[in-house]
């Protein structure tokens, strides 16, 4: 399971999107700022969440412009012809502390911080999996069960829902759950783009 493997589907979307950002000016940096910031906002709600679970809702609206602008930046860089190394490196760093603010944010508002440990270590292992591959000589990879696409829209979905129920079972709560699956399925994806890694290596 990945929706990475939809991006074309996604990039035939962009067009308004990267058209409104050239009219205001943005850069593909700029955009990829705003997408960071973005996620700071979301991580910031979740983290306060268990006063008012309405935030979980602002928290995936945040969650979603996330992740479309993460698509927006290379778009409007292929559009400008503006795409650079520099421009790549700052996206994926903004990304993965995009995804630690997140992370931790629905770990604070739960009070649930080995758990929260447990999953910012599975997405982080899941990333640097995919990007270490390119730095081997391989493309870089996006396989696996867990894809950054798919994590954004489960924490959106997930966090949607959990503003009106946030059910228990086993005395987790369902964003708790939420982290448990990043937790064991984000490293079983690491371990499964090693795996892919290895074998294109031999």
Do not use: C
């Not at 994926?92 to 999953?119: N, T």
């Not at 270590?121 to 999996?129: A, C, D, F, I």
């Amino acid at each position: 399971m990945t929706l990475d493997r939809f991006r074309s589907v996604a990039d035939r979307a962009l067009g308004p999107f990267v058209g409104a950002a050239k009219t205001v000016g943005l850069s593909p940096n700029g955009v990829s700022v705003l997408a960071f910031l973005l996620a700071g906002a979301a991580g910031g709600v979740y983290a306060v969440a268990s006063q008012d679970p309405l935030l979980y809702l602002a928290g995936a609206v945040f969650v979603f412009l996330n992740g479309w602008l993460d698509l927006v930046d290379g778009a409007l860089a292929r559009e400008m012809n503006v795409a650079s190394d520099a421009g790549d490196l700052l996206d994926h760093v903004l990304d993965r502390y995009a995804d630690i603010v997140i992370i931790v944010g629905l770990a604070a508002g739960l009070g649930r911080w080995a758990l929260g440990i447990a999953a910012v270590t599975g997405v982080l292992m899941t990333s640097y999996l995919g990007t270490q591959a390119q730095a081997v000589g391989l493309d870089r990879v996006y396989g696996g069960l867990l894809g950054r696409a798919d994590r954004l829209a489960l924490v959106g979905i997930v966090t949607g829902i959990a503003a009106f129920a946030n059910p228990t079972a086993l005395n987790v709560t369902l964003v708790g759950w939420l982290l448990v699956v990043f937790a064991v399925v984000g490293h079983v994806t690491a371990l499964q783009r090693f795996y892919y890694s290895m074998q294109a290596l031999e």
